[in-house]
C-alpha cells in the first residue's frame, strides 16, 4: 500500500493507494471513525453494477450501517435536481453529523458527493473512492467540488477536503478506453508542466501502463497524485501557483463549450489543449522544437486526438472571454517553457486568437 500525504495543516489528509484495495476499505474506515456513524455510499449506475456489492459488503463487515444512493451516469448528473435528491435520502435515513458520505465513482460522481458532504449539515465527513483514471489522478485530490447551473460548468462549489482517498487501480480494468485515454491526457499534461523525469518514464512505458501493467500504471498514479497535492498544498485555494494544472485548459475548455459538450471528452480537448498551448510557447520563443514534438508524439502515441483544427479556432472566441481564470480582459494562458516548467502569460482573448490563427 502507498500512502500519499496531502499536507494541508488541520485539513490534511492521507491518499491511499494500491491494487485491491476497494475490498479494504471498511477496515480503513474502522481505523478512522466509529461504527455508529452510518456510512453513506453515493455511486452511478455503471460503478453501482460492478462495485457496489463487495463495497457495501467490505462496509458493512467493519460493522458500519451501510446505505447506497446510485446517480444517473454522466455530466447532467451534476445538477442541483441530483444533489437535492440526495438530501431527501440524507434527511429521510436521519443521517446525522457523524455520517459517512463515500463517493464511489468518477468525477462527476466525486464532485456531486463531495459537494452534498460539505454542505448537508454543514459539513460531514466525506471519503472518495475514485474509479476512472481521471478520478485517480485529478478530481479526488484538491478538494474542489462543483455543480453546472444555468448552462455553466462547475459554477456552483465549495473548497472542501476529503478525509481520506481510497485508490484502488484495478478499478481501471472495467473503465471503457476511451475514458482511459481521456484520463491519460491529464497524466501527461501533469507530467509535462511539472516534472520532466515524470514525462520520460511515461515516454518509455506508456504501452504498459495502457495495459494496466501493476508497477508502472502504480508509479504513473501515484507520481500524478504527488505532483497535484504538492501543488494544492502551497494553494489550496487556487489563487496563484494551482494555475499551473491548467495547462492545456484554456483551450481544451474554450473547445469543449464551442462544440456544445457533445464532440470531445474532457481529456481528449485537454491533449488538443496541451499541443496547441506547446506550439504556441514555441511560436512564443519560450521553448524548443523538440518540447513541442515530445508532448505531441506521446499524447498521439497513446491514442489521443491533438489537432485542433483550424476551422474550430473562430469559434472559441466567446468562450475564451467565458474563462473562469480570466483577471480583467486578461487571461492567464499557461505556456511551457521546456518540458516539467511552465509560466504564466497575461494575455487578451483577441491577441491570443491571433497567435493560434497563425500557428
Ligand atoms: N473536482 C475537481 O478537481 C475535478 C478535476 C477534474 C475533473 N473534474 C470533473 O470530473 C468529471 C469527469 O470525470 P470522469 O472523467 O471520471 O467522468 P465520469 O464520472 O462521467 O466517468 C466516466 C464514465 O465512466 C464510468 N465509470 C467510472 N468508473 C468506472 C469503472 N471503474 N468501470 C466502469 N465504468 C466506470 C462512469 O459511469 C461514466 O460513464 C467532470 O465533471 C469534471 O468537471 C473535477
Ligand atoms: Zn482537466
Known amino acids: 500500500m502507498k500512502t500519499i500525504d496531502v499536507n494541508l495543516a488541520n485539513r490534511s489528509y492521507p491518499i491511499l493507494l494500491a491494487s485491491g484495495s476497494i475490498g479494504q ?22 460503478v453501482a453494477r460492478i462495485y457496489a456489492e463487495s463495497v457495501e459488503m ?113 478499478t481501471l480494468r472495467t473503465l471503457p478506453t476511451r475514458e482511459l485515454l481521456a484520463g491519460m491526457a491529464e497524466v501527461v499534461k501533469c507530467a509535462a508542466a511539472l516534472d520532466e523525469k515524470y514525462f520520460s518514464f511515461l515516454e518509455r512505458n506508456y504501452q504498459k501502463v495502457l495495459r494496466l501493467h501493476e508497477a508502472p500504471l502504480l508509479h504513473t498514479v501515484s507520481r500524478c497524485c504527488e505532483l497535484k497535492a504538492e501543488v494544492v498544498a502551497q494553494d489550496e485555494f487556487d489563487k496563484g501557483v494551482r494555475h ?26 485537454v491533449s488538443i489543449g496541451v499541443v496547441a498551448a506547446a506550439k504556441l510557447s514555441r511560436a ?47 487571461i492567464h494562458f499557461v505556456v511551457c517553457t521546456g518540458i516539467g516548467s511552465t509560466e504564466l502569460w497575461p494575455v487578451a482573448p483577441e491577441e491570443l486568437m491571433k497567435h493560434l490563427s497563425a500557428l
Not at 26 to 33: A, C, N, Q, T
Not at 244 to 269: D, K
Not at 297 to 311: C, E, W
Open 58 to 170: 467490505t462496509i458493512a463487515d467493519a460493522g458500519f450501517k451501510v446505505l447506497i444512493y446510485t446517480i444517473e451516469p454522466g455530466e447532467a448528473s451534476k445538477r442541483l435536481q441530483t444533489v437535492s435528491g440526495i438530501y431527501d435520502f440524507l434527511v429521510k435515513h436521519k443521517t446525522p453529523r457523524g455520517g459517512i458520505i463515500i463517493g464511489l465513482g468518477g468525477g462527476v460522481v466525486g464532485d456531486v458527493a463531495s459537494f452534498v458532504a460539505s454542505t448537508y449539515k454543514r459539513g460531514v465527513p466525506y471519503v472518495a473512492v475514485p474509479t476512472s483514471l481521471l478520478a485517480h489522478v485529478d478530481s479526488s485530490v484538491g478538494g474542489k467540488t462543483g455543480i453546472h447551473h444555468g448552462g455553466e460548468k462547475n459554477v456552483i462549489g465549495t473548497f472542501y477536503q476529503p478525509h481520506l482517498v481510497v485508490i484502488d487501480i484495478d
Open 284 to 330: 512564443l520563443g519560450r521553448c524548443s522544437d523538440e518540447d513541442v514534438q515530445r508532448q505531441e508524439r506521446l499524447l498521439r502515441a497513446i491514442g489521443l486526438p491533438t489537432r485542433l483544427d483550424k476551422a474550430m479556432i473562430p469559434n472559441l472566441i466567446d468562450h475564451l472571454y467565458a474563462d473562469k481564470k480570466r483577471v480583467g480582459n486578461k
Open 244 to 269: 499551473v494544472l491548467n495547462y492545456g485548459h484554456t483551450i481544451a475548455h474554450a473547445l469543449e463549450a464551442s462544440t456544445g459538450f457533445r464532440v470531445f471528452l474532457h481529456g481528449e480537448a
Open 25 to 46: 476499505i471498511g477496515d480503513f474506515l474502522r481505523e478512522r471513525f466509529a461504527p455508529d456513524a452510518p456510512a453513506i455510499v453515493i455511486t452511478d449506475e455503471n
